[in-house]
């Protein structure tokens, strides 16, 4: 009896993957998924990153040939040297601060909390130029400092005049500025550690400063880290405004060099431009490295290098050659 027309296939008739020719199965490979929209958007970045840069390499504006001139001079390089040393001792002098601070903020003791927290509140109340400025007119107040008994007699007197020169304003200022931010972030980085390390060292019987060097602190740099980061770049930003304090750093030089040279300001300001950009990148690549050695343990993996990258991505391009090419 013959079957209907229409009728199903039984599975002993039906075709196997073996009586499909192979070229057949290789033609029938998945393609990916087409999204136009994003190559739209890509198109039209590039467009407008081309015409960026073609706007900067072809308007005479820019002065070029001046920038390539002013780059590498001793004055710029000399401010540039100021700028190095102000954020470094900065940095160094504002962490330690705020890790005090913060401490002070996690202590049962409620006059360092208390203290801890109003030193916080103010100087990140006050901007910065404030504080450098009055910090520069200190010696109008106080003509001398001395050391000795709290309100007795005086050991020892130093005129603050002498004492304080510029660079001594400049890191103070930035060092107590930059201490009130600091603070908060060591103390929100100890604070993410989990409460378990804390009780579990605790159970150990290890003592409290112990504890915090080894065990919560080397844990809270992973969140600590980052964020200290972008302070320690915007505190090489804020360099720029000891030239209010008469310290000649980068930019306090090239706007020395600009009312000299009229005609050079804007290739002057590129130059100090490029500076920030190549000292902010360098903090970056530091960071980076930070980073990755503090998540081992902590990751199952740890992130690629920009190295590594370019490795994978150039091995990843030769295969995909080979399978095209085979095909």
Excluded: C
Aim: aromatic content about 10%.
């Amino acid at each position: 009896m013959s079957e209907p027309p229409g009728a199903a296939v039984s599975l002993a008739e039906a075709p196997t993957s073996t009586d499909i020719p192979s070229r057949q199965l290789t033609a029938q490979r998945v393609q990916p998924l087409r999204r136009p929209g994003r190559w739209i958007v890509t198109a039209v970045v590039l467009v407008l990153v081309a015409q960026i840069l073609h706007g900067l390499v072809t308007n005479p504006f820019y002065q070029w040939d001046r920038f390539r001139y002013w780059f590498l001079r001793p004055t710029v390089l000399d401010g540039l040297l100021v700028t190095l040393e102000v954020a470094a001792l900065s940095a160094v002098l504002g962490l330690f601060g705020g890790i005090l601070l913060a401490l002070g903020r996690l202590s049962g003791s409620p006059v360092l909390r208390a203290v801890s927290w109003t030193y916080t509140w103010l100087f990140r109340s006050i901007p910065l130029i404030v504080v450098l400025i009055f910090l520069y007119n200190f010696s109008a107040l106080y003509k001398t400092l001395s050391l000795g008994v709290p309100f007795g007699p005086a050991f020892i007197s130093f005129d603050e005049s002498k004492l304080a020169t510029d660079m001594t304003i400049a890191v103070i200022g930035l060092s107590l500025n930059e201490a009130a931010y600091a603070a908060e972030v060591v103390r929100g980085g100890v604070l993410s550690v989990d409460q378990g390390q804390h009780e579990a060292a605790a159970a150990l019987g290890l003592p409290r400063g112990y504890q915090f060097r080894g065990i919560v602190f080397p844990q809270a740099l992973r969140s600590i880290t980052p964020n200290y980061v972008n302070q320690l770049i915007g505190l090489i930003k804020s360099t720029s405004l000891v030239f209010y304090v008469s310290l000649l750093d980068l930019f306090g030089s090239v706007q020395s060099m600009g009312n000299t040279y009229p005609g050079d300001i804007v290739p002057l300001l590129m130059v100090a431009t490029v500076w920030y950009l190549i000292l902010t990148s360098a903090v970056s690549v530091v960071q980076f490295y930070v980073e990755r050695y503090y998540a081992r343990g902590a990751t199952r993996s740890l992130p690629p290098t920009p190295l590594q990258q370019a490795r994978t991505a150039l091995t990843e391009l030769r295969a995909r050659l080979r399978r095209e090419a085979a095909v």
